[in-house]
């Protein structure tokens, strides 16, 4: 029974006219030209290549002896994800072939250098005689880093 009546509304739909826009007096029906075709200049696609090519260079120095963005490996994907709106270097880094990593670690370093770090806590030449033969079976470095520890 639902198939019969499904039957008949799609009957019904099928055979109802499509109505026209009601239009004023001395006014046409025109469509509307699409956005694409009104002012849309060719584009030049050697020109986009070449640009391309000369930012793969610029970007990824062991690329630097292309002639053509067909010898890049997967340029078929490369040009892909350029037509999908993504810049050169994000295309490259999709395709694993990012340019020379800069050093994102400088931030881990100290600010001041390792030999300058401890500079304020040294023994003299006396205390570490001394320190010596306290600890005859401990070296001077040993020595060095106990009174350091001890007075801080």
């Known amino acids: 029974m639902e198939n019969e009546i499904m039957d008949e509304n799609l009957a019904s739909v099928a055979e109802t006219p499509v109505q026209e826009p009601i ?4 006014e046409e029906n025109e469509a509307e ?3 694409e075709q009104e002012t849309a ?3 030049d696609y050697a020109k986009m290549a070449e640009q391309d090519l000369l930012a793969v260079r610029r970007l990824c120095p062991a690329l630097s002896e292309l002639e053509s963005l067909s010898e890049l490996p997967s340029a078929e994907r490369f040009g892909e994800l350029r037509e999908l709106g993504l810049s050169v270097a994000e295309a490259l880094g999709a395709l694993g072939l ?4 800069h050093d994102t670690r400088s931030h881990l370093r ?3 250098p390792r ?6 806590v040294r023994m003299t030449p006396s205390e570490l005689e001394i320190a010596k033969r306290l600890f005859p079976r401990l070296g001077e470095r040993e020595i060095t ?3 350091r ?3 801080q």
């Not at 239009?23 to 001395?26: I, Q, S």
């Not at 030999?115 to 304020?120: C, N, T």
């Open 98 to 101: 990012t340019a020379a990593k």
């Open 110 to 112: 100290a600010s001041v």
């Open 115 to 120: 030999r300058l770090g401890d500079a304020g």
């Open 41 to 43: 200049e060719p584009i």
């Open 149 to 151: 520890r001890v007075s």
């Open 23 to 26: 239009l004023d007096e001395g």
């Open 33 to 35: 030209p699409l956005p």
């Open 145 to 147: 880093r106990l009174y």
